[in-house]
């Protein structure tokens, strides 16, 4: 039987593999990628905690949709930028992201 620590554990390692890809990757679309793959881990507890946890309401599901109300705003903002930076620099290497300076 699957109980509340099995999907704490997959939570965990997909939260853990989201923050490798943080820091390793250099690739901005990498990057987000692996900032919604941390995000979809907090999801699973939230819809876990729900379910086993406090059971006679929908806290963790609200919760859950507004992670993906989020999870859509960042996605959609991070890409145009992506693009806009594409647009001028023809890459998109993180170390090349260099706009801000003086």
């Known amino acids: 039987m699957i109980t509340v620590t ?30 919604e793959l941390m995000l ?22 609200v919760c859950a949709l507004l992670v993906i109300v989020v999870a859509a705003a960042e996605v959609a903002v991070g890409l145009a930028l992506i693009l806009a930076i594409y647009r001028q620099r023809k890459s998109v290497n993180l170390n090349d992201f260099n706009l801000l300076k003086w």
Do not use: C, E, P
């Not at 099995?6 to 900032?35: C, D, E, P, Q, W």
């Not at 979809?40 to 599901?61: E, L």
């Open 6 to 35: 099995h999907y704490l554990l997959l939570s965990t390692v997909l939260f853990g593999i989201g923050i490798y890809g943080l820091l390793a990757k250099r690739n901005a679309v990498a990057v987000l990628m692996a900032i």
């Open 40 to 61: 979809n881990a907090v999801n699973i507890n939230f819809i876990a905690i729900n379910r086993f946890i406090v059971v006679s309401q929908a806290v963790g599901q």
